[in-house]
């Protein structure tokens, strides 16, 4: 006996292991554990490689000429084809060589990319926990829909058993109640259909098969909202999200993007040094190529340079508008979803004991069948309006989570 409990408590245990909940979902949102997180973590690493090419300097070269007599008549006497008398070879070992200040630029200009790839996977790895909150409360408001379906056709299939038990039923009444729930079992059925696809892709976006648990919305359903103001707002706006320090290296980068382009006007000089034995007579020396800005200044890329300059200002002027106008609508819709969800808890309470009164009162022929089917279908359709209210202030409640930046720390 003892025995058999335990291992009915194993197979419990492994199976409620099978499960997991928003929190932990949210947990294996890492680069480590996601196949679109360790993607979007491969840029950092290209970043990274970035560096590495700016610091690398240009390749040693080597270089071989051969001159020989071309007219025998011309070779010294008593010389023969191959003799080092008749002929001439160059040597040359040569290297570009960055101009000072030139190297430390491209370095810098691709430090700041590392940091704004960092920063990108950041903002990544927020948007993606966003996508996946918004996905689990849909999937949550198909469940409850699903749960008040599944209900409320039972209610009706007992009350037609209870209508066919009387031998004096009247059949028009009969149908009108089959209708109804031939109507509940159609939605039910398609709501069913709708939460198994956004399972589905819950599993898709974790690369998992374990079963996601709605009987808790975690962090969403707990989370006590600071009381907020159009100027804590903004406030928590710049300080919190990601896109300022994003928009900031932008900025930086667009700077560094000038001096480079400006260095390269004077192209890297070509050094080294060079053998060159002219007939068995040994000579040695140097080799300089240099390229003078003349006629290419390049001024149309440092043009640009400038305009980018100008751009990434005025993007992240626009940008930080932006995100406040964003937080300020999401901020207005969470205090009216707010009210709205207290009006349909009311509207609820007052469907709900109607319904059992107007029961009551079929079963003790008080009422016809079609009170009793209007207000169960009133019933059904308030609790559906309650749900659906209580899935918009969860939403909106992440919505202004995720626009005010505080879902960083909230959300690890």
Known sequence: MKKIIAILFLNSFLFAQQKFDLDAALRLCTRDSNLYLKLEAYKIDLAQADIASARSGANVLYNQQFLHFSNPSYF??????????NSQ?????????????????KVSLAKEGLEESKLEYERYELEFK????????????????????????????????????????????????????????????????LFQNDVRRIKLFLGTEKTPDFSSLNWVEKYKTPSLSYDSIFKLVTKNRVEIPIGEIKEKKAVKELKVTKNSVWEEPDIGIMINPQNTIPYAGTYFTFSFPTFNLKKGEIAKARIKIKETEIQNELMVKSLDMEARNVLDLY??????????????????????????????????????????????????????????????????????????????
């Open 335 to 412: 205090t009216i979803n707010f009210v709205d969800l207290q009006l349909n808890y009311t509207y609820l309470s007052v469907a709900e004991n109607h319904v059992k009164a107007t029961r009551l009162d079929f079963l003790d022929k008080k009422t016809d069948i079609l009170s009793y089917l209007e207000a169960e279908r009133e019933y059904f359709q308030t609790r559906i309006d309650y749900f659906e209210a209580l899935y918009d202030f969860f939403q909106s409640k992440s919505d202004l989570v995720f626009a005010t930046g505080l879902a960083k720390t909230l959300i690890k």
């Open 89 to 105: 070879t160059v040597h040359q070992i040569t290297k570009k060589f960055h101009y000072p200040g030139q190297r430390g630029a």
């Open 130 to 193: 966003k996508q996946l909150t918004d996905l689990w409360l849909q999937a949550w408001l198909e469940s409850k829909k699903a749960d008040i379906y599944s209900r409320h056709n039972q209610e009706v299939d007992s009350m037609v058993k209870v209508m066919q038990s009387k031998s004096n039923f009247d059949k028009k009444d009969f149908e009108r109640a089959q209708i109804l729930q031939e109507e509940f079992q159609v939605k039910l059925n398609k709501t069913k259909v």
């Open 76 to 85: 010294i006497p008593n010389t023969a084809f191959f003799n080092g008398q």
